[in-house]
């Protein structure tokens, strides 16, 4: 029997599933499984078969009895919302995946606030957040926006929000419950591991514009900081701008900061990394079937032999590890920091009919070499821990420092990067 035929019958059995099931509801108000109401029409073994030679699950006995349970004897009534359930259902499902932080289901108004995000403005507290271990972190909070003022640190634990405890809800909950309207506040209890205490901070949301890239000249020296916060859509036009500016303005050698960078789009994580290699492979794509694609770097990068030094941390996640990767594996330049994120799985956008959606880690990035991300992050060349208490310093800050106040600073992964430049203000090696 053709897939076709069998799948126009299942379809048919589903349809008189339904149509039953809705003439029961009315008469006696009470909802059948349906494996139950399909051993009574005498369709169960058919359908099983039909499962069983598509290599499908036989039935769900389990799930739709649960259902049938919770339908009938749930004392809160109002809460047997079926699109709720139906989403808890599915993100049950992704969650089992293990996939954290990456694969998800999104609702409708979280599909749309993820779209947000990757066209650089919104309206929240201006911080990315994944999942580790279970638990909602801080990815990395934005350059100045309500939640790095108010101290939020990469690497933070989400407990509570507004006082709920929210360590079993899944990440884009939590995300939907601390993003708001600008002006408003919300209350966040957080647990900083490495002090070992939680801290209770009121942020006031803003309205939150990320630039791909800042850049500025470092004091006292010939070497242009560059950050790239986020892999926007406008990512590599605004880092070729910036990298023609510095070179503009004297820079003899660069520092690329890549530190609590969350990632983005796949695309712009292949043009910037192409802005600073002639040649080769960008990263690998791995799929289900241990199938592997090459991505090629693209010609014409505007930054192939300046010399340079990257700075990661473990806020550097997604397309921020694909361009480490891609500078490390190709001896580019040397990475200063701490080991990044670890997000590692390729995510294809499904469109559900309701106007949902579901981001699905289908496949993997290895970088140019073939080295895993995914759970494993990039190691830094030289490593460098900085205190929790520590501030990086980026382009903003540099532009009101003196060469003796920066000496001076807390960013030890900073003042490494220009040493390894023989750049440090006031060597008397600093590149000419």
């Known amino acids: 029997m053709g897939v076709r035929v069998k799948t126009l019958i299942k379809l048919a059995l589903v349809a008189l599933v339904v149509l039953t099931l809705t003439s029961a509801a009315f008469g006696a108000g009470v909802v059948?499984?349906?494996?139950?109401?399909?051993?009574?029409?005498?369709?169960?073994?058919?359908?099983?078969?039909?499962?069983?030679?598509?290599?499908?699950?036989?039935?769900?006995?389990?799930?739709?009895?649960?259902?049938?349970?919770?339908?009938?004897?749930?004392?809160?009534?109002?809460?047997?919302?079926?699109?709720?359930?139906?989403?808890?259902?599915?993100?049950?499902m992704v969650s089992a995946l293990g996939d954290d932080g990456h694969t998800v289901f999104l609702a409708p108004e979280e599909l749309a606030n993820r779209q947000a995000d990757l066209s650089g403005r919104f309206s929240g507290i201006g911080a990315q957040l994944g999942v580790k271990d279970s638990l909602t972190v801080i990815v990395a909070p934005f350059d100045g926006s309500p939640a790095e003022?108010?101290?939020?640190?990469?690497?933070?634990?989400?407990?509570?929000?507004?006082?709920?405890?929210?360590?079993?809800?899944?990440?884009?909950?939590?995300?939907?419950?601390?993003?708001?309207?600008?002006?408003?506040?919300?209350?966040?209890?957080?647990?900083?591991?490495?002090?070992?205490?939680?801290?209770?901070?009121?942020?006031?949301?803003?309205?939150?514009?990320?630039?791909a890239v800042t850049w500025t000249m470092v004091p006292g020296t010939e070497v242009a900081l560059i950050r790239l916060n986020q892999f926007s859509a406008n990512a590599t036009k605004e880092l070729t701008v910036s990298l023609e500016e510095a070179k503009a303005a004297g820079a003899a050698s660069l520092i690329l900061d890549l530190r609590n960078n969350p990632g983005g789009l796949l695309d712009q994580a292949i043009q910037v990394s192409s802005q600073f290699l002639k040649d080769g492979n960008v990263l690998q794509q791995e799929d289900a079937r241990g199938q592997r694609k090459a991505f090629p770097v693209k010609p014409g990068g505007v930054a192939t032999d300046i010399p340079m030094v990257v700075l990661i941390n473990q806020g550097s996640a997604s397309s921020?590890?694909?361009?480490?990767?891609?500078?490390?594996?190709?001896?580019?330049?040397?990475?200063?920091?701490?080991?990044?994120?670890?997000?590692?799985?390729?995510?294809?956008?499904?469109?559900?009919?309701?106007?949902?959606?579901?981001?699905?880690?289908?496949?993997?990035?290895?970088?140019?070499?073939?080295?895993?991300?995914?759970?494993?992050?990039?190691?830094?060349?030289?490593?460098?821990?900085?205190?929790?208490?520590?501030?990086?310093?980026?382009?903003?800050?540099?532009?009101?420092?003196?060469?003796?106040?920066?000496?001076?600073?807390?960013?030890?992964?900073?003042?490494?990067?220009?040493?390894?430049?023989?750049?440090?203000?006031?060597?008397?090696?600093?590149?000419?």
């Open 320 to 432: 921020a590890e694909i361009l480490a990767g891609a500078i490390q594996d190709h001896q580019r330049g040397t990475l200063v920091g701490e080991t990044t994120f670890g997000t590692g799985t390729v995510l294809q956008s499904f469109a559900l009919d309701d106007g949902s959606g579901l981001m699905l880690g289908t496949s993997q990035w290895l970088t140019a070499n073939g080295r895993l991300i995914r759970k494993q992050g990039i190691e830094p060349d030289v490593r460098i821990e900085l205190p929790i208490e520590a501030d990086l310093l980026v382009p903003s800050d540099l532009e009101h420092l003196s060469a003796s106040e920066l000496l001076h600073g807390q960013d030890a992964q900073l003042l490494k990067a220009l040493e390894l430049l023989h750049a440090l203000p006031g060597d008397e090696t600093v590149a000419r």
């Open 32 to 92: 059948v499984g349906h494996s139950d109401l399909l051993s009574r029409l005498g369709l169960a073994p058919l359908l099983a078969a039909l499962d069983t030679a598509e290599g499908q699950p036989t039935d769900f006995h389990t799930f739709w009895q649960a259902w049938g349970i919770v339908q009938e004897h749930f004392v809160d009534r109002q809460a047997l919302n079926t699109t709720n359930l139906e989403y808890g259902a599915i993100q049950g």
């Open 149 to 211: 003022q108010a101290g939020v640190k990469a690497g933070d634990i989400i407990m509570k929000v507004d006082g709920q405890d929210v360590g079993t809800w899944p990440l884009d909950q939590v995300v939907t419950h601390i993003r708001g309207e600008a002006g408003t506040q919300v209350a966040l209890t957080l647990l900083r591991p490495e002090e070992g205490k939680t801290l209770e901070i009121t942020i006031t949301r803003g309205e939150i514009v990320v630039p």
